[in-house]
């Protein structure tokens, strides 16, 4: 659901119903310190940091970030420091204390579990951001957006606080890593933590079976998502055809074998179209466990989306006018990526070319060699003209839409910037919008559940 959509409250709510309540891993860093910018109204963020294990650590965020009252609107926010391969305590301390607090959040006042949902592509941040999670108790990992085989050691180590990497596909250099020594961050070893379990969000069998073939990669189960679901999605096996409106063509060759995944002997869940009770039946038909839902809870009250967004995808979609594009252009990464046609936003071609070219955040950026062996890190987002001469053609920067900053936008963190002007958000919506059937209006996360599980035939 992009960045802070399915965040602590929403997690919670979930949760507080008995189902698996999931909080975005991707960008917490920048979410944390915004807020606390913003002066942390309510106090929810403080009162998680109050609970940090290494009291010094949150000071140290909460220093260099809280602003009491909040700053004004006029103001643009602080830069936190971008991921790299170099190490940078200021940048470990702070993805870990804003990994600690989402989930630390999300899991007051309930028994429910709780997990957080992390991008692979963005390996950078994985080892910190992991290792923060599990400080506060998450009890699930999942992990989609490439081949997660080395998390299930990377969990191991941190369980026991050990030094633990993962490596860092770096284009034209191989080798390098990135990781996270708890010990060293936190000045003293810690009681052993539990394991949270991991589920492999993965859209074909073939990739399931490469991960449960040994128990060096192999996860506690999987999420098997199709092309529907919201955000990126795998592009088409083979050579991508497009249809007449521009947006990728699947065939049978991109359906995953459920029969095969089943066989695995893991369980699984089933994702993208699948949020209604008739989605849920047909998951149990098919030997799964159940089914992950996305979109119905990012148009719910709890949803970290803008509320007057929300309220305008939920109409569009009531009434049938909203349109969901797989654009196969608008994402950095090069994967296909679901954008939600809404006035305002960067689905809007104007509104995408007023936009000054900019890459602050560098969350989708990529690293890769340099003729002199160092290492420098490159985004299609960014000013064509920088990203020639990182050694790449302009025309792959062609459309290419800044996520970082356009979803950052439409949970309200969006940044002013100095000479004026205001990020305009990006939204992402699953494809199929049947969800929205015999939901009330302004629903809650806990209709949802109601609507999803009272209407299965069990």
Known sequence: MGVGVSGW????????????GVVSGTALDVTLARRLQ?????????????CFPVPEIAERVLGRYFVPGGTGRDVPYRPVPRLGLRANRARDELVVVANFAEVFLAKEGHDGPVGVNYLEKIQLATPAAVYGAMLAGADYVLVGAGIPAEIPRLLDDLAEHRPARISVTVTGGDGHTIGVDPVRLLGHRLTPLARPRLLAIVSSHVLAAYLARSPLTRPEGFVIETPAAGGHSAPPRGRMTLDLAGEPVY??????????????????????????????????????????????????RESGLEPGLRRRLREQAASGALQIRNDPRASPTGFPFKVATVAGTLSEQEVYEARPRLCDLGYLRTPYQKEDGSVGYRCPAEPVDTYVRKGRPAEEAEDRRCLCNGLLAAIRLGQHRSDGYDEPPLLTLGQDAAFLDGLPDDHSAADVVAHILLGARV
């Open 38 to 50: 913003r002066g942390d109204p309510g106090g929810h963020l403080r009162r998680a940091l109050a």
């Open 9 to 20: 409250r929403l997690a919670q709510a979930v949760a507080a119903t008995g189902q698996l």
């Open 251 to 300: 065939g049978p060759r991109d359906e995953a074998d459920l029969g095969k995944v089943a066989a695995l002997g893991l369980p699984f869940w089933l994702a993208g179209g699948y949020g209604t009770p008739g989605g849920l039946e047909r998951a149990w038909a098919a030997g799964a466990e159940g089914i992950q839902v996305g979109s119905a809870f990012a148009l719910c």
